[in-house]
């Protein structure tokens, strides 16, 4: 089964996001692909509101803390996320590791503790324009996939930094050769059981480009940013996605 990850950022508080929901539920959406939005903590309740019976799209954060409860002034707790049906969580997106001091460390206690709720972890990694010159692609992603793999139970979402909403998408080529080598990493950590693992591709998106990753193998998905913002091209990129 092949993933599409709606990443709405910081945009929709409740109602916004419900009338997205209302809206993407007209859509004809393809039957073999796994579908998800992953929407701001505070308009998860508006979004399963609107979503009614709907099976999809399934429901993520954006984001999690690693306790259960506690002084954690303005954190939200994966059981919290849980209480509302969330079925996966991005964690470690590149946004965050920037704007926020987001550390390998960090990312990987946040996975431990969402996969121990049953909320599924999407890793994000990528690395960044300079250290991508710098030839040190691999050894980013490997540090910060390695900090991240304390479950099996992940989805693992390639993100170069330099793709990331920046209309200049990392081609299937480029984009394949480091799903292979995070299959590799994931093998030596979990053997078989890494086949299983998701790996998908993020950066710049869209409807027009997406069937090529759709048509390459070891890219197992993708998420996406500025093109989910719109329920109906969202719907239309979720289409395309078959024709790959
Ligand atoms: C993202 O937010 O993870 C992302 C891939 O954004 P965009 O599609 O806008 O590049």
Redesign the pocket.
């Known amino acids: 089964m092949k993933w599409i990850i709606a ?1 709405w ?1 910081m945009h929709y508080g409740p109602i916004k996001a419900g009338a997205w929901i209302r809206a993407f539920r007209r859509e004809r959406l393809p039957k073999d692909v796994e579908i998800g939005v992953a929407v701001p903590h505070i308009s998860l309740a508006a979004a399963r509101a609107s979503l009614g019976r709907a099976s999809a799209p399934l429901l993520g954060a954006q984001n999690a803390f690693w306790g259960k409860e506690g002084a954690f002034t303005g954190e939200t707790a994966p059981e919290m996320l849980q209480e509302l049906g969330t079925s996966f969580c ?1 964690v470690g ?3 965050r590791r920037i704007h926020l001091g987001e550390t390998d460390q960090m990312v990987g206690k946040k996975v431990a503790a969402l996969a121990a709720v049953g909320i599924k972890p999407v890793v ?1 990694v990528g690395e960044t324009k300079a250290q991508r010159d710098k030839k040190e692609t691999l050894k980013v992603v490997k540090a910060q996939l390695t900090a991240a793999l304390t479950t099996s139970d992940l989805l693992v ?1 390639y ?1 170069p930094v330099w ?5 200049k ?1 990392c081609s299937p080529e480029i984009a394949k050769q480091m799903h292979e080598s995070i299959r590799e990493i994931l093998k030596k950590k979990f053997g078989a059981r890494a086949e299983q693992i998701p790996i998908l591709y ?5 409807e027009n480009n997406i069937h090529e990753y759709f048509s390459t193998t070891d890219i197992d998905g ?7 913002l719109d329920p109906r091209t969202f719907g239309l990129l979720c289409r395309a996605a078959a024709r790959g």
Not at 163 to 167: F, I, K, L, P, T
Not at 202 to 206: I, K, L, Q
Not at 222 to 228: E, K
């Open positions: 990443n950022k991005l997106h590149s946004e994000c979402a993100e793709a990331v909403g920046s209309g998408a993020g950066g710049s998106v869209d993708v998420l996406v940013g500025g093109a989910s």
